[in-house]
């Protein structure tokens, strides 16, 4: 009877422990769950900190399902009408001051979005963190107030753009709260870092947060979500190459 006792009680904190903290899979499950939805239409601003200078660009994002989106941008007027039409692993930009609409492929995916410290292939990348990456959960701490699964994340594919993730979840809310990218060497690329969140149509949205390349010079770029509306109706003629021109 003693042995039995001292075995229930071994089994008992590793059960519990197992009802209270869902798996490293669920909880990514959960963050796309909260992320994620069939449309949305955002304005948002980006105020990018380069070494020559601070500059803001505000844009109008439309996004259907999570393969598909239209940006054009708003301010300041020598970005005005430039757009960008993404369908699945294509990308297009088109550029008002040439006339010009051109694919971004290949190494050009890297390359820095107007300046900021975001890349074209950072807007490529599938959004579904669990269908990208395999979780563990290293640890549990508290950020911003918040208690937080810190989660160590590595790619199920070699050509994902990050090899590994490093992120900060909240326990609650299943939101990101930090986040560190790394490359497949183990070296630290970028690091976002959230400093705002709102409640919006039934989700917890980061409408506030600084990314950061640290290979660039700079204080990296804020972004900001002025508004933001899901499942909205968006006509298909939005998505369309065509719409690039009006």
């Known amino acids: 009877m003693k042995y039995i006792a001292l075995v229930i009680l071994m089994i008992t904190p590793a059960f519990l ?120 959960i290293a640890g549990s701490g508290e950020l911003l107030g918040r208690q937080v699964w810190i989660m160590d994340l590595t790619a199920k594919k070699d050509d994902t753009a990050y090899a590994r993730r490093k992120i900060w979840v909240d326990k609650e809310r299943y939101l990101i709260l930090k986040e560190e990218l790394y490359a497949k060497s183990g070296k630290l690329l970028k690091q976002v870092d959230i400093h705002e969140v709102k409640f919006i149509e039934g989700r917890w949205i980061a409408v506030s ?10 204080d990296g770029t804020e972004m900001m979500i002025e508004s933001i509306s899901f499942d909205e109706n968006i006509p298909d003629y939005i998505f369309s190459k065509a719409s690039l021109r009006k």
């Open 17 to 136: 422990f197992s009802q209270n903290n869902p798996s490293p899979a669920e909880i990514l499950k959960k963050i796309d769950d909260n992320t994620i939805s069939d449309s949305k239409v955002v304005i948002s601003r980006m105020v990018i900190h380069g070494r020559r200078g601070e500059r803001t660009v505000r844009a109008k994002t439309w996004q259907r399902n999570t393969s598909d989106s239209f940006t054009e941008y708003l301010d300041p007027p020598r970005e005005k009408g430039t757009k960008m039409l993404k369908l699945g692993d294509q990308l297009w930009t088109y550029s008002p001051s040439t006339d010009r609409t051109i694919m971004i492929s290949g190494h050009m995916l890297r390359q820095s979005v107007m300046g900021s410290d975001l890349s074209y292939e950072d807007m490529m990348e599938d959004p579904f963190l669990s269908s990208l990456y395999e979780g563990e």
């Open 209 to 218: 947060a600084t990314y950061k390349d640290v290979l660039k010079e700079g």
